[in-house]
């Protein structure tokens, strides 16, 4: 598509339960990479794919977080057992390529907003 | 520790003035440093990319500058406009796949 496509664009959910966020980046962008913006604050890392690589993880919160990038395309954040304290904007984003000094501009999607309940 | 803080955390002006938002970083290696504009519930959209040998950068009516030696960068908006309510984000990339970003300043103009 011409842009980076996530849904749900809001979930409400009751705490407990298990969401699924999916993002769609950019045709052709190695990269993709999951932030998370909670009201009024900065975006926070969570986890970084690029190409067949190992993906970076370390700004996940906690093991009931996790993401998956199948076919070098689409990727699902998942969150089991959901907390209240989840409740926040999940940006997912995608770039053309990886270097170093490459200058390549991150693309965001309009982000899954989600409520815990 | 690879930091980036913004000021001011917000600013109201009033339509057609002009505002200057402050980006400070401490981050290293220093690749880029992008400012990117996010309308309230949406995502973020570069305005613009600097490399650390460029000083000034203009996007219409955007202008960044960068010093590199004082780890400084600024956005400048010239006759702002109503749609010009957002917050701006700067943010820095350090030469790895990780980028730092600073918490924003929001900005709301007035009519």
């Known amino acids: 598509g011409a842009g980076v496509s996530q849904s749900p664009s809001n979930k409400v959910t009751e705490k407990g339960k298990d969401v699924e966020l999916r993002c769609d980046p950019i045709s052709g962008h190695t990269a993709l990479y999951w932030y998370r913006q909670s009201l009024g604050q900065g975006l926070e890392f969570l986890i970084y794919?690029?190409?067949?690589?190992?993906?970076?993880k370390s700004g996940l919160p906690s093991d009931r977080f996790s993401a998956e990038r199948t076919g070098g395309s689409v990727s699902t954040l998942t969150i089991q057992r959901t907390q209240q304290e989840d409740s926040a904007v999940y940006l997912c984003?995608?770039?053309?390529?990886?270097?170093?000094?490459?200058?390549?501009?991150?693309?965001f999607g309009e982000g899954s907003w989600l409520t815990v309940v | 520790k690879n930091q980036v803080e913004q000021s001011p955390q917000s600013l109201i002006i009033l339509e057609g003035k002009n505002c200057t938002l402050q980006c400070n970083y401490t981050v290293s290696p220093f690749s880029n440093l992008r400012w990117y504009k996010q309308d309230t519930g949406r995502g973020p959209v570069s305005l613009t990319i600097?490399?650390?040998?460029?000083n000034t950068k203009s996007n219409g009516r955007y202008t960044a500058t960068l010093d590199a030696d004082t780890k400084q960068s600024s956005l400048h908006i010239t006759a702002s406009q109503l749609s010009d309510s957002a917050s701006y984000i700067c943010v820095c990339h350090s030469g790895t796949y990780k980028y730092i970003f600073g918490t924003g300043t929001r900005l709301k103009v007035l009519a």
């Open positions: 600097m490399t650390f040998s460029e």
């Open positions: 794919f690029q190409g067949n690589s190992a993906p970076d």
């Open positions: 984003a995608s770039s053309g390529a990886d270097r170093a000094f490459s200058g390549n501009t991150i693309y």
